[in-house]
């Protein structure tokens, strides 16, 4: 093979010293230009980025200095190795098969794609064929006459169909067969593997191989490792695989697999890896007890019953024992993991009792140790205060005693303590300032007692603390502010007194705060009403006075309870609603006109600060109403003046072709032809002199609120609040690349310092709400209906996932869906008024409220809103479309809309129907409550409950009336 290496670059000797090769080797060259042909023909079939790896394929070359091809002593290439070397393209195997002496194949870990062809069936010489972990596709092709196969690599290819069982019949060589993990089509346990008696590997988990699993895989002795993973595999697990003596791993998890573990089990003293979990095993584990090379053992969710084997704890390997939900009894062996370097056990939800054996983490190497739900007991031993490599310490719901282990509240790592629901003593000592990762504490239902330490404010990582039901005494550290991840605050029922720590207005995610049961004192701190995420909030059964903070209005609670304190004074007006019923029970001190079980609030008991602040509030409200008539009275003169062009200098993007100018459109802007007024803008329309329609929406960049007008030359863009209104350049820039036919198109924004245009299609028909709710329903037809809810629903499917990043719109409702001639529908508004005139605001936020009646429950308690808040609001508007009610009216109720009305009249059929408009006739009320059972799912509770818009378009299709009009006449037409 030395003949062809170039001693060096210089190209004269190079030729030279080919044309002397030539010459004494020529037979052998003719081969050659063979196989260099068929190798060049692989280099061009595939690609891949890195330059040097074909590099040295060139026909200048002997193919036995390829890199990645091998040579036999006559010069005849017997290797491609070219694994992981990040291949895609199509293989040509007519080519490849051409190397007529081609013993080892290997392509795997790359991403070659296409189909494998039959022609891989002249590889006859071929003993290791790897083409796993690629994307093929389609079946893999018969291969009967490559008889000398030791080692079968197409695990994890992409192959579907039948694979070709009947081949392996002839490859009686066959060490490896590896064709787990593609989605060939279900078929029973191929018998032609039961032949390959020198098989020692045998891959095939995630096949789609069902049945049992056949007596004759014990003939198959030479196996060291056996995976069947994740089939649909039923029966026993059949006595004969006991003969396996060599097996060293079985697994067997995610079938249906049912009796018991099989007697002679035991014999397979050389299994260090077995996993059977997910399947219905029963009976009991004493089979294991012999298999004392056991590394990993996983049978949970099984039936499994019966005791732990005692030999566990002598095993010398054990590191991995993972029996959760079955029904273990007894207790665990004392010295379990004490010989090994143990890392994670999981016992939970069996029957177990007994102490926690001590020296799991003795190595110093436990991670995990989960215990729940059974029924061990005394105390925790004080070995696992040292464990600094745990993780996970979770064992609740057992019957553990004693004083919590001081070190345990300070483990370094651990990130879950989990201790609720035992009978444990002890406070939480200042350790805890050590526990860095601590996330979540939960120790409800104990005996703990004693003073929260303030070192907790130290656990900086903590999230939920959940305390309730102990005998904790003293004051509420101040400093549980300092927690900045603080999302659940559950300390009810405890003995605590002392004030509600102002401080807790700086947990910016505290979303449950529940000090319920208590003996707190003293006033709820105004500070409260600031946390902007508080969503569920008992304060009862303590001894709290003074008012109730006015501020608590602001917040969206789903869960108010303040009953039986000692709280005086008004209950604030927009507290009194029905949701808040029942949470002022029990102050007789409270005070509401609208509260029925209070007293009401009469004149004379009002003392005079009260007095004061009405005043003050009063004096308010008319100063901002005298701004407000001010600037609009000013904008109305404004548009009042003839036209705006030559005022400022205009700068126009399109985003459509455009058949009119910048002039047209700035020579209309008055008056005469204002159809609309909005809060950010009026809305013109604007007829061209082709008789072409537009609407063109003004929007002054100032709010009524803002004091300093923007200087002449400031683009009008850095006048946002630059740093957190980014989103108004990227939400035009979105707008202006949307196509969709049900999305509104907008043709261009024409700017100035002072305010913008924004240039729209006309749609002559208004909105949907205008349609639905002011009077004129009489064209809207429930088929007219369907086509909207398809048609708007498509539309915000468009913006959900067809344009690349998900565009949420945030503010859907019936009267930003607009209508065409045809009462097709339109997505508009896209929020970007909403943006322009928060920033303009007081607050200059971005954050958009949405529209009271259509937000999706989550807006109140967190700013993870996605399109699946979206979808909710499109909920309310099939509502709408479905009961011809607004999403709010009064005859809903107080604080109700038109979700929970509709929840409320799910009881039966009946009531369920006069949920339906009244205008829609009998026959079709049945496909109107089709579309009314999709609102429901839009408008669950749980944004992961609701489906995409994707689903949503899907189930309107499904149901669309005009369809089944068309199936019935083609079912009458066929008889
Ligand atoms: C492969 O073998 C088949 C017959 O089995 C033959 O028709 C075909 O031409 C062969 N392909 C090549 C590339 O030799
Ligand atoms: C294979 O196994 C079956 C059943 O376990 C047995 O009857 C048969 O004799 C075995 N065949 C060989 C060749 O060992
Ligand atoms: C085990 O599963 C098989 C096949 O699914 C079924 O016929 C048999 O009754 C099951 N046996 C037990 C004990 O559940």
């Known amino acids: 093979m030395t003949v062809f290496k170039l001693p060096s670059p210089n190209a004269s000797f190079m030729c030279l010293h080919f044309f002397v090769f030539l010459l004494r080797a020529s037979a052998v060259v003719a081969t050659s230009s063979k196989e260099l042909q068929s190798l060049l023909n692989l280099k061009s079939a595939v690609q891949n980025s890195n330059p040097s790896l074909f590099a040295s394929w060139v026909s200048t070359r002997s193919v036995c200095n390829f890199n990645g091809v091998t040579c036999n002593s006559d010069n005849s290439v017997i290797g491609i190795e070219l694994s992981n070397r990040g291949l895609t393209g199509t293989l040509p195997f007519d080519s490849i098969c051409q190397l007529q002496s081609l013993q080892r194949l290997s392509l795997g870990f790359n991403s070659l794609s296409g189909t494998v062809s039959a022609d891989l069936d002249n590889c006859t010489k071929l003993q290791y064929l790897d083409l796993g972990n690629n994307n093929f596709n389609g079946s893999f092709p018969d291969i009967s006459s490559l008889k000398n196969l030791k080692y079968m690599y197409l695990n994890m290819s992409g192959f579907t169909g039948t694979f070709p069982w009947n081949s392996l019949k002839t490859m009686t060589s066959l060490l490896v067969l590896s064709v787990g993990d593609n989605q060939f089509d279900i078929t029973p346990f191929p018998h032609e593997i039961l032949g390959l008696d020198n098989l020692n590997w045998l891959y095939m988990s995630n096949c789609s191989i069902s049945g049992s699993i056949p007596p004759e895989i014990g003939n198959l ?341 303040l009953s039986y304190n000692r709280l005086t004074g008004p209950v604030p007006e927009s507290l009194s609603i029905e949701a808040y019923n029942g949470s002022f029970v029990g102050n007789n001190g409270l005070c509401s006109s609208n509260v029925t079980y209070l007293r009401p609030c009469s004149s004379h008991s009002r003392d005079v600060r009260t007095f004061i602040i009405s005043f003050v509030v009063g004096f308010a409200v008319l100063v901002a109403l005298t701004a407000f008539y001010m600037f609009f009275k000013r904008r109305d003169q404004k548009d009042d003046g003839h036209s705006l062009k030559g005022d400022y200098s205009w700068d126009m993007k399109s985003y459509h072709v455009l058949s009119f100018t910048e002039d047209e459109i700035l020579d209309s802007i008055k008056q005469e032809n204002l159809i609309g007024k909005g809060g950010s803008g009026n809305v013109y329309k604007v007829s061209l002199k082709d008789g072409k329609e537009l609407a063109v929406k003004h929007i002054w960049n100032i709010g009524p609120t803002n004091s300093s007008r923007s200087q002449p030359g400031t683009p009008m863009l850095s006048k946002l609040d630059s740093s957190r209104c980014r989103e108004f350049d990227s939400e035009v820039r979105t707008l202006s690349s949307l196509r969709h036919v049900n999305v509104i198109k907008l043709y261009c924004s024409i700017t100035s310092e002072d305010s913008s245009l924004l240039v729209y299609e006309y749609l002559p028909n208004g909105s949907l709400w205008d349609r639905l709710h002011s009077g004129n329903k009489l064209g809207l037809h429930w088929q007219t209906r369907f086509e909207i809810a398809l048609g708007a629903a498509r539309g915000l499917e468009y913006l959900h996932h067809g344009c690349g990043r998900p565009v949420i719109h945030r503010d859907i409702k019936s009267s930003n869906i607009l209508l065409d001639e045809f009462l097709k529908p339109r997505i508009a508004d896209f929020g970007l008024a909403k943006i322009i005139q928060a920033s303009g605001g007081r607050d200059s936020t971005c954050v958009i409220a949405g529209t009271h009646g259509y937000i999706a429950p989550e807006y109140g308690y967190t700013s993870r809103v996605n399109e699946k808040s979206d979808v909710y609001s499109f909920g309310v508007v099939l509502m709408e479309l479905v009961s011809g009610k607004r999403a709010i009216e009064l005859e809903f109720g107080d604080s109700r809309d038109i979700v929970s009305w509709v929840f409320g009249k799910l009881k039966n059929k009946e009531s369920v129907v006069s949920i339906v408009d009244v205008i829609i006739p009998e026959p079709l009320k049945d496909e109107a409550i089709k579309v009314l059972k999709i609102a429901i799912l839009c408008t669950a509770r749980l944004p992961e409950l609701r489906p995409t818009m994707k689903t949503v378009v899907q189930m309107l299709e499904d149901a669309d009336p005009s369809k089944l009009v068309s199936i019935v006449v083609a079912e009458n037409g066929s008889d």
Not at 318 to 333: A, E, H, I, R, W
Not at 340 to 348: H, K, Q
Not at 374 to 383: R, V
Request: aromatic share 6%; net charge negative; proline share 5%.
């Open 221 to 561: 002795t030479e196996l060291i490792d056996l995976e069947l993973a994740d089939n649909y595999l039923t029966g026993k697990i059949p006595a004969e695989i006991s003969r396996l003596k060599n097996l060293w791993q079985l697994e067997l998890y995610d079938n249906n697999l049912n009796g018991t573990i099989p007697a002679g089990f035991g014999n397979l003293t050389k299994l260090q890896l077995f996993d059977a979990s997910n399947n219905s095993l029963g009976g009991d584990l004493s089979e294991l007890r012999f298999l004392t090379e056991l590394q990993s053992l996983h049978l949970h969710n099984n039936g499994l019953s019966g005791r732990v084997p005692a030999e566990f704890g002598e095993f010398k390997n054990l590191v991995d024992l993972s029996l959760y939900s079955n029904n273990l009894t007894g207790s665990l062996p004392q010295k379990l993991g004490s010989w090994t370097e143990f890392i994670y056990i999981d016992v939970s939800t069996n029957n177990l009792y007994g102490p926690i054996p001590p020296d799991m983490c003795k190595r110093g190497t436990m991670e995990k140790l989960l215990i729940l739900q059974n029924k061990f007991s005394g105390e925790i031993p004080a070995t696992y205060a040292n464990c600094r490599t745990l993780t996970r310490f979770r064992v609740s719901q057992n019957s553990l005693s004693g004083v919590v282990p001081s070190g345990i509240w300070g483990l370094p790592n651990v990130d879950v303590i989990e201790i609720s629901e035992n009978e444990l003593e002890g406070p939480i000592t200042s350790d805890i300032a050590n526990a860095k990762s601590l996330t979540e504490l939960r120790a409800r239902e104990n005996n703990l007692s004693g003073d929260l330490p303030p070192e907790i404010s130290n656990a900086s990582s903590l999230g939920t603390i959940d305390l309730t039901g102990n005998q904790f005494s003293g004051d509420i550290p101040e400093n549980i502010g300092e927690l900045g991840q603080l999302s659940n605050l559950h300390l009810e029922r405890n003995w605590l007194s002392g004030n509600i720590p102002d401080s807790l207005s700086s947990c910016l995610h505290l979303s449950d705060l529940s000090l319920a049961y208590n003996s707190l004192s003293g006033k709820i701190p105004d500070s409260l009403g600031s946390l902007p995420s508080l969503n569920y909030l008992n304060l009862s059964n303590n001894q709290l006075s003074g008012q109730i903070p006015a501020t608590l209005s602001s917040l969206r609670l789903s869960l108010l309870d």
